[in-house]
C-alpha cells in the first residue's frame, strides 16, 4: 500500500543536517551572501573536479542571463537552442535584445540536434544553448566541435543536469564557456531556489561576479568583513540582483554531500521503471552511454499511439488513481509570445511537436518509497488495461 494518499510529481528530501545548517546561518545574522554562499562555490567547483569557478546564483534563469552578457552576447545577435525547452532557456536571450533561433531536437532523446544546430548557423549566431534534457547528457562532441568549426560561444543549460557525465566528464567541465546548473525545488538537488554558473574563464567569472549584485565590484561579504575601506565600492557596470542568500546556501552545502546517494537512488529507481513498464504500449527514456552518468531528473514516458489514450486523458486517469504526472516540456514554438515573435509553426519542429503529443512525465524523486513506485506502475498498468 502506497504511504501517502496521493502521489505527487516530485518533493524535495531535506533532512535534519540542512535544516540545522539553516538554523545557524540564521542565528549567525547573516543571512545574505555571505560565508555560507562563499562555502558552497568552493564545495562545488571541489565537486565537480576541475579548474572551474562556481559563482552562486539565486535562479538557473539568473545564472543564464549571467552566462550570456558576459559573452558578450549583444542586441541582434543569434543564439541557437532547442524549442524542446522551458521558456527561460530562451527569455534570457531576449533579456539582451538578442534573438534566439529555435531548432529541432532528436527522437531518442529529447536533445538538441547537432545536424540542425548547423543548418541554423548564420552571420549573425554568436552561441549555441545546449539544454540537457531531463539529465541525459546531449552529444558535447559534436556540439563543441560545430562551435570551434564556426567560432561560436557555448552555454549549457544544465538545469537537469547534475550530476550528468558526457565521455567520463562532468557536465561543467567540458569546454563549453559556461555551463549553468538549477537546485529549484524539483531538481536532483535543491536549495528552494536557485543556481550555479560555473566557468574556468576567469574573466567570465569575474563579470558574473559584478553583475550578479547591481555591477558593484565588491561582493556583499567583502565589504562588510574586509578593510581597506570595509564601507567602500564602486558600481562599474548596470547590474542585476541575482546574489544566492547565505539561508539557500546552507541548504546547498548539504544537499550537494548527498548528491552521489541521490543519483543512485535515481537511478535504481528508473530501473525498477523500466523493468515495470516492460511490454506497455510505451517507449521508455533512453540510459547514458556506457560509462556515462544519467542524472535522472525526469523518467519521461512517450505513449504510443496503439495505447489508444491521449497523453491529456491518460494524465487525468492517473490522477484518478492517486497519482500526480506533469508534462516536459510544452515546445516554445507552442506558446503564443514565441510563436508570434519569432513567426513559428508546428511543422518547423515535427520532432519536437511529435514528442510533446506522447510525452508524461511520471513522479521519480528520492523521498518515493518501493510502496510509492509500485502504485505508480499499477496505475499506469490499470490505465492502458482499461482502454
Not at 549555441?128 to 559534436?142: E, R
Not at 560509462?291 to 531528473?297: F, N
Request: glycine residues 6%.
Amino acid at each position: 500500500m502506497s504511504t501517502t494518499a496521493f502521489i505527487p510529481f516530485a518533493l524535495p528530501e531535506i533532512g535534519e543536517e540542512e535544516i540545522q545548517e539553516v538554523v545557524s546561518a540564521l542565528r549567525s545574522g547573516w543571512v545574505t551572501t555571505g560565508p555560507k554562499t562563499r562555502q558552497f562555490e568552493q564545495d562545488f567547483s571541489a565537486f565537480l573536479g576541475s579548474d572551474v569557478e562556481s559563482i552562486a546564483v539565486n535562479s538557473a534563469t539568473a545564472g543564464l542571463h549571467l552566462a550570456l552578457e558576459a559573452i558578450g552576447i549583444e542586441p541582434g545577435d543569434e543564439v541557437i537552442l532547442p524549442s524542446y525547452t522551458f521558456t527561460a532557456t530562451a527569455e534570457v536571450v531576449r533579456y539582451l535584445g538578442a534573438i534566439p533561433v529555435m531548432v529541432d531536437v532528436l527522437d531518442q532523446n529529447f536533445n538538441i540536434d547537432p545536424l540542425a544546430v548547423e543548418a541554423a548557423i548564420t552571420p549573425r549566431t554568436r552561441a549555441i544553448m545546449p539544454v540537457h534534457f531531463a539529465g541525459l547528457s546531449c552529444d558535447m562532441d559534436a556540439l563543441l566541435a560545430i562551435a570551434q568549426r564556426h567560432g561560436l560561444k557555448v552555454v549549457e543549460d544544465a538545469a537537469h543536469a547534475l550530476p550528468t557525465t558526457w565521455a567520463g566528464r562532468n557536465i561543467g567541465t567540458l569546454s563549453s564557456d559556461v555551463t549553468v546548473f538549477s537546485f529549484y525545488a524539483n531538481k536532483t538537488m535543491t536549495t528552494g531556489e536557485g543556481g550555479m554558473v560555473v566557468t574556468r574563464n576567469p574573466e567570465i567569472a569575474k563579470r558574473c561576479r559584478i553583475m550578479r549584485l547591481h555591477g558593484i565590484s565588491r561582493d556583499a561579504f567583502d565589504r562588510y568583513v574586509s578593510t581597506s575601506p570595509a564601507w567602500f565600492y564602486e558600481v562599474v557596470a548596470p547590474g542585476f540582483k541575482y546574489n544566492m542568500t547565505d539561508v539557500a546556501a546552507a541548504m546547498g552545502i548539504h544537499q550537494l554531500r548527498r548528491l552521489k546517494g541521490f543519483q543512485l537512488k535515481r537511478e535504481a529507481m528508473a530501473l525498477v521503471y523500466d523493468a515495470g513498464l516492460e511490454g506497455l504500449p510505451v517507449i521508455l527514456p533512453c540510459h547514458a552511454p556506457a560509462g556515462d552518468i544519467h542524472a535522472r531528473h525526469l523518467y519521461p514516458v512517450r505513449l504510443l499511439p496503439e495505447a489508444g489514450i491521449s497523453r491529456d486523458e491518460f494524465i487525468v486517469k492517473m490522477s484518478e488513481q492517486g497519482v500526480g504526472c506533469s508534462v516536459h516540456f510544452i515546445p516554445l514554438h507552442l506558446h503564443p509570445y514565441w510563436r508570434e515573435s519569432c513567426k513559428l509553426t508546428p511543422d518547423m519542429f515535427p520532432v519536437s511537436q511529435k514528442l510533446f503529443e506522447q510525452e508524461v512525465s511520471i513522479p521519480l524523486y528520492t523521498r518515493m518509497t518501493e510502496e510509492d513506485q509500485q502504485h505508480v506502475i499499477n496505475a499506469i498498468h490499470k490505465v492502458l488495461q482499461d482502454v
